[in-house]
């Protein structure tokens, strides 16, 4: 059974980066799509991207793009999200989730709150 | 980008009643269409993916139906610990947009 541990809270200044991981276990990364979803205060759910080690491709949404890479180190079965030139509007939480068969995002971590803040 | 778009926004209900909730896609999804239960504090759980297949461990008070364009998600007999965010969330094409939340809140 896949669990999904993330990294803990941060507290970042406007213009700095974060990179939050997800650590796999029950599986090997190489064997799950991984995606990342965000929860800013207030607001719904908001897919941010995947990554498929199918194809080996990287999908980040639009609003993202420039400022996001997820990456990841099979070695270790760690999944990272790095988001760079924050804002105070990126304060969230992050979550990692794996795809299952059908397209479904069935496993999720357990969050990291990102705080961005002068 | 497809969107997505729930009604109601927020839903007030008692315990044992019958609630359906909404979603609508603004192209076709043929059935990628997953529901999701969310709680405060707590990370996002999967209810129902492809539109009707109800997951494991997931009570059989919920039930998904739907194709194309137009989605409900049904919960028969309301609990006490049902009370939380939905979300809806299309997986056909990317970027994987999600509903706007339905909240459901104890009358």
């Known amino acids: 059974q896949v669990q999904l541990v993330q990294s803990g809270t941060e507290v970042k200044k406007p213009g700095a980066s974060v990179k939050v991981s997800c650590k796999v276990s029950?599986?090997?990364?190489?064997?799950?799509?991984m995606h990342w979803v965000r929860q800013a205060p207030g607001k719904g759910l908001e897919w941010m991207g995947r990554?498929?080690?199918?194809?080996?491709?990287?999908i980040y949404a639009q609003k993202f793009q420039g400022r996001v890479t997820m990456t990841e180190d099979t070695s270790t079965d760690t999944a990272y999200m790095e988001l760079s030139s924050l804002r105070s509007d990126d304060t969230a939480v992050y979550y990692c989730?794996?795809?299952?068969?059908?397209?479904?995002?069935?496993?999720w971590g357990q969050g990291t709150t990102v705080n961005v803040s002068s | 980008d497809i969107q997505m778009t729930q009604s109601p926004s927020s839903l007030s209900a008692s315990v044992g009643d019958r609630v359906t909730i909404t979603c609508r896609a603004s192209?076709?999804?043929?059935?990628?269409l997953n529901w999701y239960q969310h709680k405060p504090g707590k990370a996002p759980k999967l209810l129902v993916y492809?539109?009707?297949s109800l997951q494991s461990g997931v009570p059989s008070r919920f039930s998904g139906s739907g194709s194309g364009t137009d989605f409900t998600l049904t919960i028969s007999s309301l609990q006490p610990e049902d009370f939380a965010t939905y979300y809806c969330?299309?997986?056909?094409?990317?970027?994987?947009?999600f509903g706007q939340g339905t909240k459901l809140e104890i009358k």
């Open positions: 989730a794996s795809e299952n068969l059908d397209h479904a995002m069935d496993v």
């Open positions: 029950g599986f090997t990364l190489t064997e799950l799509s």
């Open positions: 990554f498929d080690p199918k194809d080996g491709k990287r």
């Open positions: 192209q076709s999804i043929s059935s990628y």
């Open positions: 492809t539109a009707s």
């Open positions: 969330q299309q997986s056909y094409s990317t970027p994987y947009t």
